[in-house]
């Protein structure tokens, strides 16, 4: 009987200790992931800013140019924070409820150019888009990442590796020339493309630190597979992809670089995981259909911007910080720009916990349940958005949602709305300091542009089609 409770004990340390690594779809304790671990942990704390504030100014005057800027009347201007606490924030619409995205200027669809010498339309892409030698200046991208992510430079280090096989036939050694072995590599690498192709990944694709996934040129799908994941990396940067059609991998044995491989439980179809990662930038990506979330950020991840993609055709669209007893995500700073939320979307764009989330000049043009929504007391500093209320569910019209906690609880956390512009209804419930600010080293200069400008900044979000010799 003795015997059999000492066992039982100790079967039951084995399963504790298991946990952790069995949501990391790590099959067993392993010294090298714990090791990687660690290494993580201290790349976190090196990635996190000890004052997120001077990181979103920063990002408001390296972005500010008069080229979209907006006259705001005064009656069509949002409530001051100062004016109540807890306040909803709403817009009339009587002058600005149009949902259409055109612009002026010549041509048609989306592709037209826009007035001036440059089809890009928002900072970050003015940085490199208006250039016709982009391609031989590949690694000046680096320059333009800003936010939180802002210290990314990928694979800017080392070479450039162009993948010229779509297969994905073997996880333990892949064959040189496809994307799996370009990313296990230990180097810095810039990864591109040879052609156009379409990429079926069979299980999740383990990407090493210091890369740089470059589609441009090339129309590039990753689909009717297993997704993306950075686990316990740093410093990469995926640029260009089109992510759909994820779905559940059986798991097995893995290589994540050229001296280590393991075996993984199942992954859970996200389109891209990161996993205790830091120093991240995805950019351009257009994402939909993935049969868990398009992207989760979990575990202490850090150092994230999010900018310059298309959202479409999916539920739970963005997931920061997945535990509400992962005390590790109250480092997780991230920056979520210029990206477009468009048809099909359901909830969770993003759902935080924990961290400190800057949502600047985004589009959320369709929404079931809420856009912006969190847990465990995060920050979300909502800058210069436009809302677009569902008009055939007048019951979600909030822009925001709050779980797990009371009133009581939740008007603490500081949930701020500014140049925000609401249509068909829609509302912000701020919380929180009531005198809450950013303080700009510019004063009015420094800041977001109104969510007027949002159909502009956003123009061309997603995978762009850019190719050699011609301006993307």
Known sequence: ????????????????????????????????????????????????HSDPYEVVDHFHERHYDNSTDVTVTEEDGSAKPEEVE????????????????????????KWSKLKGPCTASNPIDKCWRCRTDWAKRRKKLVKCVRGFGHRTTGGKNGRIYVVTSNLDDDMVNPKPGTLRHAVIQKEPLWIIFKNDMSIRLNQELLVNSDKT???????????????????FVRNIIIHGLHIHHISESSGGMIRD???????????????????????????HISMSKCQDGLIDAIVGSTGITISNSHFTHHNDVMLLGAQNTNEADKKMQVTVAYNHFGKGLVQRMPRIR??????????YTHWELYAIGGSQGPTILSHGNRFIAPP?????????????????????????SEKDIFMNGAYFR??????????????????????????????YAGALDCRVGRRC
């Open 1 to 48: 009987m003795e015997m059999a409770r000492l066992l039982k004990l100790m079967f039951m340390f084995c399963i504790a200790g298991l946990i952790p690594t069995i949501r990391a779809n790590i099959s067993e304790l392993d010294e090298y992931w714990s090791q990687r671990a660690d290494e993580a942990r201290e790349f976190t704390l090196q990635a996190y």
């Open 86 to 109: 807890n306040e909803v924030i709403e817009m009339p619409g009587s002058s600005t409820n149009s949902t259409r995205r055109s612009l002026r200027g010549k041509g048609k669809g």
């Open 213 to 231: 996934i470059d589609a441009r040129g090339a129309n590039v799908h990753i689909a009717h597979g297993a997704g993306i994941t950075m686990q």
């Open 257 to 283: 670089s050229i001296d280590h491989f393991g075996m993984r439980t199942r992954a859970d179809g996200d389109g891209i995981s990161i996993y205790g990662s830091s120093n991240i930038w995805l950019d």
């Open 354 to 363: 924990w961290g400190f989330v800057h949502v600047v000049n985004n589009d």
């Open 392 to 416: 055939h569910k007048p019951h979600y019209r909030e822009v925001t949602k709050r779980d797990y906690a009371s009133e009581e609880e939740w008007k603490h956390w500081n949930w701020r």
């Open 430 to 459: 701020q919380s929180g300091n009531p005198h809450f600010k950013c303080d700009h080293t510019r004063q009015q200069m420094i800041k977001p542009k109104h969510g007027l400008a949002v159909s502009k900044l956003t123009k």
